[in-house]
């Protein structure tokens, strides 16, 4: 009988992302696995829009072939995710997050936090964001003369005062 590692994938606005089916497809590549899919979200987030996320990243990884189950946590994610691990449940952790800036669990360094916690290995996962282009045409610029940026200079704005 194989040995199934069992990995805590712990992702919230990334959870149905590409970037993070293609990251799990990897792994299950490497061995057999079974996935836990916990979505942290805040306490002020609607029930039904965290539903309707997790639902949908499942969906989606079961439609890849992956084992996978949900759990949502209301919540920090670093304190969901507390309550949520057992080293007799999960071998290792999966995180993913939005890039950069962007990022409120990168800004709070959950990845690492998250390693120091569980004393396991924590793979990080990136979901690049997709940018649409703007629907509607950028305004347009008004025609200015040659110096006319130096008007600010003047008393007034470049306006002359009638006497």
Known sequence: MPFTRKIL???????????????????????????????????????????????EALARMREAGLEVEGKIGYGDPY????????????????????????????????????ARLTGCQVTHVVAMERHEPPAEPPPAHEKHGVLSPLSVLTWGGGRRSES
């Open 9 to 55: 994938v712990v992702a919230h606005q990334t959870a149905a992302s590409d970037d993070l089916l293609e990251a799990l497809r990897h792994q299950a590549e490497q061995g057999k696995c079974r996935f836990t899919l916990v979505v942290p979200a805040p306490a002020t987030t609607p029930a039904e829009q965290v539903n309707a996320t997790m639902e």
């Open 79 to 114: 304190e969901v995710v507390q309550e949520v691990w057992d080293p007799r449940s999960y071998d290792e952790l999966i995180v993913c997050t939005l890039p950069g800036r962007a990022s409120k669990w990168l800004q709070t360094d959950l990845p690492h936090r998250l």
